[in-house]
């Protein structure tokens, strides 16, 4: 373990490059699978699975923020293409545009003053995106009246270049969703919109992780993959091409105590021994991104190679039911992943105890949980 940190995450580059590669394999020929590196690439730390991933043969890829495309730009990724997924507030407009960060429009206002950055800086084709508003109602523009006031915008526009169209679905992890259905035909009249008018942005998409794994007929010229860079289907495993799980969460034990029946442990009293019970005590806690809601449902962890349930956390501890098991302190503690004997805990089962999806247990991790990284671009 890194004398620098009380827990650590392990993320395995060659496993996301992999995945991206069994995904794109599997696409026709027309579309380009898009990692999707929002968040610090969801937790495993976006400098080093973007270079991965682009040495990979990823060119595309997309951020949530401005600032997240500056770092792949500062970290020497210069010739991929990088957009940003969301809205930006105007003040950063200008840092985007120097950086050739590729940004989404949804308004006629901020097209307008993009427009007005871009010959200010004497920048040519700048790369937008057109999100279509579809369902979710978030950020996007509605097919009919506001996306004509945006084509028009456009035409008056002459230094921004139309390079691609997307909307998102509410619901893309339910297999067979009425309301997907529905977002993917409202989605098809705003592009068919764009080119009655003229505007044929090549790169087209709609598709999530989960809408990828079952929608074909929604697979555009581009698929958005974030979730199954790092894990496959919650529900429906291993029936989309070998995803393998690429990150592993350890810390250890740091002190052991025996409760009596009816003795609690926590703030609050937050659990009670139903019987005389040994109690592990793990380094990490809320603080570290341990999401409270795993030890209220007992999620699963692995003290060497066995499974033991979690019973409470507070901010920078967390307590563990060893009393079935042999257990000393310093013992490897693993949340999710793989441990030293060859167990695995899948973060997906772990996740669904709370009904999330397993990339969000990364997500959750924060500075004070050190990385490691094993595989092509370690180096990053």
């Known amino acids: 373990m890194n004398t620098y940190y009380n827990s650590l995450l392990q993320v395995d580059l060659n496993k996301i490059s992999s995945n991206w590669k069994t995904i794109q394999s599997a696409l026709p020929d027309h579309c380009q699978c898009i990692p999707v590196l929002k968040g610090n690439a969801y937790g495993a730390g976006l400098v080093p699975v973007a270079k991965a991933l682009y040495a990979s043969g990823a060119s595309f890829l997309a951020v949530a923020q401005v600032s997240e495309g500056i770092l792949l730009r500062s970290a020497g990724l210069k010739d991929a293409e990088v957009f940003v997924l969301g809205g930006v507030p105007q003040p950063l407009l200008a840092a985007a545009v120097s950086h050739r960060i590729g940004l989404t429009l949804f308004s006629a206002a901020t097209a307008y003053a993009l427009e007005a950055e871009c010959a200010r800086q ?8 057109i999100k279509i508003e579809t369902g979710l109602h ?16 456009l035409r008056n526009c002459p230094h921004l270049k139309a390079a691609g169209a997307f909307s998102h679905f509410a619901e893309g992890e339910v297999y067979g969703s009425p309301l997907t259905m529905c977002q ?19 790169l ?8 990828s794994e079952w929608f074909d007929e929604a697979i555009c010229t581009g698929v958005r993959i974030g979730r199954r860079l790092y894990m496959d289907s919650q529900k429906h495993p291993g029936e989309h091409g070998a995803i393998a799980e690429a990150c592993c969460w350890q810390s250890s034990v740091t002190n052991l105590r025996t409760l009596a029946p009816g003795e609690t442990l926590g703030y609050d009293g937050a659990w009670t021994a139903p019987r005389a019970t040994r109690v592990a005590v793990v380094c990490v806690g809320y603080a570290d991104g341990l999401c409270p809601q795993l030890a209220a449902a007992h999620a699963p962890v692995l003290v060497g190679d066995c499974r033991a349930p979690l019973l409470s956390t507070c901010m920078d501890q967390c307590f563990v039911d060893v009393t079935d098991i ?34 969000f247990l990364t997500s959750l991790l924060t500075a004070r949980v050190g990385r490691i990284y094993l595989g092509l671009g370690t180096s990053a």
């Open 122 to 129: 004497q920048v040519n084709a700048f790369p937008v995106q």
């Open 138 to 153: 978030r950020n996007g523009v509605l097919p009919g009246e506001e996306l004509d006031k945006l084509i028009e915008a």
């Open 326 to 359: 042999s257990c000393q302190i310093g013992d490897v503690v693993t949340f999710f992943g793989e441990s030293a004997g060859g167990v695995h805990l899948s973060a997906q089962e772990v996740a669904g105890l709370i009904g999330d999806e397993g990339v």
């Open 204 to 211: 087209l998409h709609i598709c999530n992780s989960g809408a």
């Open 184 to 202: 993917f035909a409202e989605f098809q009249r705003g592009v068919a919109q764009l080119k009655s008018a003229g505007i044929c942005p090549p």
